[in-house]
Nanobody, 123 residues
Framework: QVQLVESGGGLVQAGDSLRLSCVASGRTFSSYTMAWFRQAPGKEREFVAA????????NYADSVKGRFTISRDNAKNTLYLQMNSLKPEDTAVYYC????????????????WGQGTQVTVSS
């Protein structure tokens, strides 16, 4: 059974940094794309960033380009999201997800999801 378990969220001030982690287990992810999504209160879940497990090709939402970096450690089966220069509008629950289709940005194309980790950025 596939499991994605996020950690690393918390309460920070604007301008601070956080690193989220997502440990993946239950299958081989070598052909998969891993991604981060987020959902703020009252809003739809939105794409943040994605990375191909093999090759490391990435894709970012315009709102986080230059501030967030997605990466993975294949040996540890772990996905990361380094978030710098955080803004209050980055406040959301952040979810890790996996699909076997590619660097797509729509939630419906992702097969597996974690439980989410809360990130709160105060002004």
């Amino acid at each position: 059974q596939v499991q994605l378990v996020e950690s690393g969220g918390g309460l920070v001030q604007a301008g601070d940094s956080l690193r989220l982690s997502c440990v993946a287990s239950g299958r081989t992810f070598s052909s998969y794309t891993m991604a981060w999504f987020r959902q703020a209160p009252g809003k739809e879940r939105e794409f943040v960033a994605a990375i191909r497990w093999i090759g490391g090709i990435t894709n970012y939402a315009d709102s986080v380009k230059g501030r967030f970096t997605i990466s993975r450690d294949n040996a540890k089966n772990t996905l990361y999201l380094q978030m710098n220069s955080l803004k209050p509008e980055d406040t959301a629950v952040y979810y890790c997800a996996a699909n076997n289709y590619g660097l797509v940005t729509t939630t419906s194309t992702y097969d597996y999801w974690g439980q989410g980790t809360q990130v709160t950025v105060s002004s």
